[in-house]
Nanobody, 115 residues
Framework: QVRLMESGGGLVQPGGSLRLSCAAP????????MGWYRQAPGKQREQVAL???????DYVDAVKGRFAISRDGAKNTVWLQMNSLKPEDTAVYFC?????????WGQGTQVAVSS
């Protein structure tokens, strides 16, 4: 079992920045893949950014050049730096972790981009 704790969501104006954090404080040993998904009202959950234990990253096209994912493998912590935010980035953001073939989810944190 992997317990994920997220923080950092909020309300920001278009063009602003937010930084999301996610930690797995109870997990001993490295997690294979950590990342972020998001779900906007009325839409399916979509992958935003993933990072594996070697530091390889993958981003959805809509956030490339604006978002950056990073992690501290030793502490099983992942961050998502979100810059140049747009109203279409508004969603609940979920932290994800894959370990031993199982996918775990955080409780979600709301990000709202509005003037």
């Amino acid at each position: 079992q992997v317990r994920l704790m997220e923080s950092g969501g909020g309300l920001v104006q278009p063009g602003g920045s937010l930084r999301l954090s996610c930690a797995a404080p109870d997990t001993i040993g490295s997690i294979n893949v950590m990342g972020w998904y998001r779900q906007a009202p009325g839409k399916q959950r979509e992958q935003v950014a993933l990072i594996d234990r070697d530091g390889n990253t993958d981003y959805v096209d809509a956030v490339k050049g604006r978002f950056a994912i990073s992690r501290d493998g030793a502490k099983n912590t992942v961050w998502l730096q979100m810059n140049s935010l747009k109203p279409e980035d508004t969603a609940v953001y979920f932290c994800s972790a894959v370990r031993d073939g199982l996918n775990y989810w955080g409780q979600g944190t709301q990000v709202a981009v509005s003037s």
